[in-house]
C-alpha cells in the first residue's frame, strides 16, 4: 500500500514568510509524529497527534512552529515568520499502535525547507 | 530517557558481516530497542526491533545480553547498498523517537 507522503518535497521562502507542509499518514495509522532533522544529525521530535489532539507538542521550539490534524489524517505543519534557523528537512512519520512496545514509526521522504 | 552510545562511522568491504553496538546503559524495564537505517534524501526506515535475547529477521539480526546495557546489530554480507546511517534507539512507549548522530556505515567494494 502507500507510504507516508509528503509536500511539498522542497520549498524555498524568505526570511519572515509563513510556510506550510503537509503530510499524508498511512491509511488507518492513528498516530502521527513530525520530526526535524539538520545536516549530518539526527532526527529531532517536534510533536506526535494521537487522532485529532496533540499527545506530545514538547519538540515544538517555539510559537512559531504548529501543528493541526483536523480529522485524524492528513497533518500540516505551520512556521510563522521563518528564520534561517529553521533551514532543515522536517519529517513525517505514521504508526498503527501507539503506546505499544513493538509499534513502528514509518517515515516520509521529507520536505527540505531552506530559509533565504 | 535511557540514553544510547554508538560509533560515529565504520567501514566495511563488501560480502563482510558487520556488527555494530549500542550501548544504553541506563535502559529501563519496559523499553525496546530499535534500529532504523536511513539512506540520504530519505527518511529513516524500521530495521529491527528486540526486548531480550536474538532477533532475527529478512534483513539483519539483534542481539541483546542478558544485563540489556546494549544491544548489536548484525548486518551479513553488506552490498554498496547498505551504505547508510544507522540509529540506535530505545522506545518506551511514549510515542517519540529520541534519535542520537547514528553510525555513518560506508561498504566498499
Known amino acids: 500500500g502507500a507510504g507516508v507522503s509528503q509536500t511539498p518535497s522542497n520549498k524555498v521562502t524568505e526570511k519572515g514568510k509563513y510556510v506550510e507542509l503537509r503530510c499524508d499518514p498511512i491509511?488507518?495509522?492513528?498516530?502521527l509524529y513530525w520530526y526535524r532533522q539538520s545536516l549530518g544529525q539526527g532526527p529531532e521530535f517536534l510533536i506526535y497527534?494521537?487522532?485529532?489532539?496533540?499527545?506530545?507538542d514538547s519538540g515544538l521550539p517555539n510559537d512559531r512552529f504548529f501543528a493541526v490534524r483536523p480529522e485524524g489524517s492528513v497533518s500540516t505543519l505551520k512556521i510563522q515568520r521563518t528564520e534561517r534557523g529553521d533551514s532543515a528537512v522536517y519529517l513525517c512519520?505514521?504508526?498503527?499502535?501507539?503506546?505499544?512496545?513493538?509499534?513502528?514509526?514509518?517515515f516520509g521522504p521529507g520536505t527540505r525547507l531552506t530559509v533565504l | 530517557l535511557a540514553k544510547t552510545t554508538q560509533p560515529i562511522s565504520m567501514d566495511s568491504y563488501e560480502g563482510q558481516e558487520v556488527n555494530i553496538t549500542c550501548s544504553h546503559n541506563?535502559?529501563?524495564?519496559?523499553?525496546?530497542i530499535t534500529w532504523y537505517q536511513q539512506f540520504p534524501s530519505q527518511g529513516p526506515r524500521f530495521i529491527i526491533q528486540?526486548?531480550?535475547t536474538k532477533v532475527t529477521n529478512e534483513v539483519a539480526s539483534l542481539f541483546i545480553p542478558a544485563d540489556r546495557k546494549s544491544s548489536t546489530l548484525s548486518l551479513p554480507r553488506v552490498s554498496l547498498s547498505d551504505t547508510a546511517v544507522y540509529y540506535c534507539l530505545i522506545y518506551n512507549q511514549g510515542g517519540k523517537l529520541i534519535f542520537g548522530q547514528g553510525t555513518e556505515l560506508s561498504v566498499k567494494p
Open positions: 528486540g526486548y531480550k
Open positions: 497527534f494521537q487522532g485529532t489532539g496533540a499527545a506530545d
Open positions: 512519520a505514521s504508526s498503527l499502535t501507539p503506546g505499544q512496545g513493538t509499534d513502528t514509526q514509518y
Open positions: 541506563n535502559i529501563a524495564t519496559n523499553d525496546y
Open positions: 491509511s488507518g495509522h492513528t498516530a
